[in-house]
């Protein structure tokens, strides 16, 4: 059974960090594309970065040079190191997996999808 749990949420003022962390039970996800996606009230679900099986990654433009995305294939964990946080990067954060090795963005692409953890970020 294939299992994504986010941790790492919370809030922050403007500016600051936070680093996600998503932990993988079930999924070899070294060979496939992994992406993180958030959610914020009132709004479709978006993509955010993704990471392909040989580590290259991809970012939505409203967090290009602010995000990273990151994987530990070791320890079967993806990362989004989060930094000079803005108020509108408020929204649930979403883990999610496919079986696509290839670099993909669109939600409709994802086979699997974590719980989701809480990025609040104040002025």
């Known amino acids: 059974q294939v299992q994504l749990m986010e941790s790492g949420g919370g809030s922050v003022q403007a500016g600051g960090s936070l680093r996600l962390s998503c932990v993988v039970f079930?999924?070899?996800?070294?060979?496939?594309?992994m992406g993180w996606f958030r959610r914020a009230p009132g709004k479709e679900r978006e993509g955010v970065a993704a990471?392909?099986?040989?580590?290259?990654?991809s970012y939505a433009d409203s967090v290009k040079g602010r995000f990273t995305i990151s994987k530990d294939n070791a320890k079967n964990t993806l990362y989004l190191q989060m930094n000079s946080l803005k108020p509108e990067d408020t929204a649930m954060y979403y883990c999610?997996?496919?079986?696509?090795?290839?670099?993909?963005?669109?939600?409709?692409?994802?086979?699997?999808w974590g719980q989701g953890t809480q990025v609040t970020v104040s002025s």
């Open positions: 999610a997996a496919t079986y696509s090795p290839y670099l993909v963005m669109k939600r409709e692409n994802y086979n699997y």
């Open positions: 990471i392909d099986d040989d580590g290259t990654t």
């Open positions: 079930g999924f070899t996800y070294s060979n496939f594309c």
